[in-house]
């Protein structure tokens, strides 16, 4: 055989083993998907079960009557929930994922990535620095920046005219892909709700508002199981946030829809996932009586309702705000709570912040592992929010400015590593888990952008 020959089938053999990690990665996300699923299942038929309520029921009519009445005072309502409890929080899911294993490399297969030592041990592909520099070019040093002050050369209100003038221009052409470029650079707070509108492809039709008040009619007709899940969630999360509490309603209100809403099954389309199911009584494992339940295919978990809460600031029309929160969600959001490997996935994300610590701040990654204090079992509930109710409001938009403007997730983990960096001092002196999540409890005045900036251009090399 020739060198040439050779060196052909060392490729076509590289292929076919990667072709074969990847099959069998899929494999694997479809498994542990179907493994966590039943046991989401399991948790919610044993609250039924113990509880005696059913997982759907037809709302008598002095019911419905009176939940219509007070459908825009819904926070005022104060049901018993204390038997509830949340189906999982983000920390159960954690375990799932720390508990993924690919065996075909197990087996040998990936001797390099044998050499991370983080809690997620699936060898996927993530950006390294200078890769993410090129991905977030316009999060440069020379680049004005709405949310940095002092950035470039140019003066900060100068900037801030210019990027307004543009914006309009940008607005009044209704021109998605350049208002997805635009927001890049932040959003003027005046232009971002019809911005981020655009972007997502948002017009609000008649048949828009008519669709949402259909969801409406359908929640004052029928109770959920959910329902109570949905309640119990904004009243542990958003009514006890100093910024939220006061969107108690509108989170009722465009939650209890959104679990109504079928055409949200159509994001389990390109999704390792697939929405669970329930059967009507009496007919349990007969397919032909299996329904999806809830019939969006979302089960709520601790921590959900914090995806609607900062649109609430942006958007004050419920069917407005609702189909804003629904196009963030099948595009954006689904990929925190689900397996799989897209690079915006949770397993991704989450690999790619232990590898930009162990790579870029390794002093500070093993010091924290040797005292049990692995990073990600910090940054994980982040991440997994979006950072929602963790940074100021302000700076949460700014951020989702450019989860929008560069349609990806991956900035969540480098914020996650950002913010690490930031606090490496004091992280270097603890000597528990307790004491450093002690350090990283409040994020509330921390600066994204300036955070963002200095981690990917300034200090890491």
């Not at 900037?159 to 003038?165: D, M």
């Not at 590898?355 to 991440?383: D, V």
């Not at 938009?397 to 480098?414: C, F, T």
Request: charged share 20%; aromatic share 12%.
């Amino acid at each position: 055989m020739s060198q040439e020959e050779s060196d052909i089938s060392l490729i076509i053999a590289q292929i076919v083993q990667k072709l074969k990690g990847s099959n069998l990665y899929a494999q694997l996300e479809r498994q542990a998907w179907g493994s966590w699923e039943k046991r989401i299942l399991k948790s919610l038929n044993s609250m039924c079960t113990e509880l005696s309520i059913p997982l759907a029921r037809k709302r008598p009519v002095g019911e419905q009557k009176e939940l219509l009445n007070k459908w825009n005072e819904m926070g005022t309502d104060e049901p018993d929930l204390s038997l509830f409890r949340p189906v999982y929080a983000p920390k159960d899911f954690l375990e799932v994922l720390i508990n993924l294993r690919n065996p075909n490399y197990e087996n040998g297969d990936s001797l390099s990535f044998r050499t991370h030592l983080g809690l997620i041990q699936v060898p996927l592909k993530v950006k390294d620095i200078p890769e993410l520099k090129e991905c977030f070019i316009e999060l440069g040093l020379n680049t004005g920046q709405l949310g940095i002050d002092d950035s470039t050369q140019v003066p900060p209100e100068l900037f801030e005219n210019e990027h307004v003038r543009i914006g309009q221009k940008v607005l009044a052409e209704q021109d998605s892909a350049a208002a997805q470029q635009y927001v890049r650079q932040g959003s003027p707070t005046a232009l971002r709700a019809e911005l981020w509108a655009l972007i997502l492809n948002i017009s609000s039709q008649p048949e828009d508002i008519l669709y949402y008040e259909q969801l409406k009619t359908n929640v004052i007709q029928h109770d959920l199981l959910v329902d109570s899940l949905i309640y119990k969630d904004v009243k542990l999360t958003a009514s006890n946030d100093d910024y939220y509490f006061v969107f108690e309603d509108y989170l009722y209100q465009v939650l209890l829809c959104f679990s109504r809403d079928t055409s949200v099954l159509s994001h389990f389309a390109y999704n390792s996932a697939s929405p669970p199911k329930s059967y009507i009584r009496g007919k349990l494992g007969l397919e032909e009586y299996a329904v999806f339940y809830p019939p969006n295919g979302v089960i709520p978990f601790h921590g959900f309702s914090m995806y609607v809460a900062p649109l609430c600031f942006l958007y004050h029309e419920p069917s407005k705000l609702y189909q804003i929160f629904r196009e963030m969600y099948v595009r954006f959001f689904f990929r925190l709570h689900s397996i799989s490997s897209h690079p915006s996935g949770i397993v991704s994300l989450c690999l790619l912040f232990e590898t930009l610590l162990q790579t870029y701040l390794p002093q500070l990654f093993y010091h924290l592992r040797e005292i049990g204090a692995q990073p990600l079992r910090i940054s994980f509930k982040w991440m997994v929010r979006a950072f929602s109710g963790y940074l100021a409001t302000d700076q949460l938009l700014l951020l989702w400015d450019r989860i929008l403007g560069y349609n990806s997730l991956e900035i969540l983990a480098v914020l996650a590593a950002a913010v690490f960096a930031f606090r490496a001092v004091n992280l270097m002196e603890v000597t528990s888990l307790a004491a450093a999540e002690a350090v990283l409890a409040d994020l509330s005045t921390l600066k994204v952008m300036p955070l963002l900036q200095i981690f990917l251009f300034a200090t890491v090399t």
